[in-house]
């Protein structure tokens, strides 16, 4: 389940990254309210051919409520913060999850404790920046901590409800998630041009990927293993910033991306 994990750190940090972009254009309401309708719809779709379990709507319905205000917070947070700072804080929502397992129970070796700090650590560094181009940083930072324990708790209760189904506890999540967006969005009349719809969905679909993946991965391996793992999101951000936008690659960070890497080998282990 390893590579499940990290196929939801790869699909995060790429919608964290077109969402970043996103909502310096659009309303950061819209942005996150298209994306999680999209990824109902999906879902949707899905279910009605192959079923439902019913075992996962309680536990869905907390993702949904915690998610809804991290999303909000996240998208907001990238809109008027520096991208690369504001990863590396909302990525701190590994440790809800990590705590919540060791609490159940789990123990992580010597090893994998060490991976996870490398991990941490890794994404830490290779998220920071010298400068910035911060609209609002104390508001970034305020939004970014809300979004960090929100990501946490429910990354937590997608575990609880992946015990059950995944996909089920993942649409129940953005059914209870949607409307309360529609209402945010309402509240600040958010608007967004239709023509901007196709690359919101890109955004939703990879989200709802991600969900998905993390919460498959958890029932094959340790919670707070797997929420590291995942948590190595800002790594791909960053990466594909300094491809696709050529931004650099301060020092400090490649020393940061390679401490990511190397905690992996070590968290599975």
Known sequence: MIGVALLASLMWGTADFLAGRASREHPAAMVALVGQAIGLIALTLILLVRGADGGAVVPGIFVGLFGAVAVLSFYNALAVGTMSIVAPIVATSAIVPVLAGVFDGERPGPLQWLGIALAIGGVVLASTESGGNAIDS????????????????????????????????????????????????????????????????????????????????????????????????????????????????????????????????????
């Open 138 to 269: 104390k508001k970034a930072l305020k939004l970014a901590l809300v979004a960090a324990l929100g990501i946490g708790l429910s990354l937590v209760f997608l575990d609880r409800a992946a015990e059950h189904d995944a996909l089920t506890g993942v649409a129940v999540a953005r059914a209870v998630a949607v409307p309360i967006l529609v209402a945010f969005a309402l509240r600040v009349h958010a608007r967004v041009d239709w023509r901007a719809v196709p690359n919101l969905a890109v955004i939703g679909l990879l989200d709802t990927g991600a969900n998905t993946a993390f919460a498959i991965a958890t029932t094959g391996g340790l919670l707070s293993l797997v929420a590291v793992l995942g948590g190595l999101f800002p790594v791909v951000t960053v990466a594909l910033a300094y491809f696709l936008l050529h931004e650099r690659l301060q020092p400090t960070q490649r020393i940061g991306v390679l401490l990511a890497l190397a905690g992996i080998p070590l968290i599975s282990a």
